[in-house]
């Protein structure tokens, strides 16, 4: 996973775009996984902070997810949350707040239309950018995770 580019089906771009603008006001938040660095899933988790520019999911929903990630033969690639009125940049809260630089941080902002998605590796309070390929066809899967 050290590679510099993670790919990314269209379908499952459009379903982080809708579980974004279902959350709002608030940040939408999950998990990506696959094997590689190809995202064959992502897992809605409920945002538990309510909050317009955090996110906090609890160690329950992020349990059932791993479960089933693992269920599944994958490995956790990502942790996505979006920006609902910024750039799809980590804040400092969002690079204090990321728990290890084993997992990427990716990143939707709906400031812009189409909605810009941002991939970074993340160590401590530093990022470097990952390039993010979407591209149309290929079997992908969408959790909602609820307790």
Aim: contains cysteine.
């Amino acid at each position: 996973m050290k590679n510099n580019t993670i790919t990314l089906t269209e379908q499952l771009y459009q379903q982080l775009c809708n579980h974004a603008k279902n959350c709002l006001p608030n940040e939408a938040c999950g998990l990506i996984s696959g094997n590689g660095n190809f995202v064959k899933s992502v897992f809605h988790l409920p945002n538990t902070s309510s909050s317009i520019n955090r996110f906090y999911i609890k160690e329950q929903h992020v349990a059932k997810a791993l479960h089933q990630i693992s269920e599944k033969n994958e490995e956790v690639l990502a942790i996505y949350h979006t920006h609902p009125s910024s750039q799809a940049t980590p804040s400092t809260s969002d690079l204090v707040n990321h728990p290890t630089s084993d997992v990427k941080m990716m990143i939707l902002s709906l400031k812009q239309q189409p909605y810009p998605i941002q991939c970074y590796q993340v160590n401590h309070l530093s990022y470097t950018p990952i390039s993010i390929v979407i591209k149309e066809g290929g079997i992908s899967l969408c959790h909602n995770v609820e307790s």
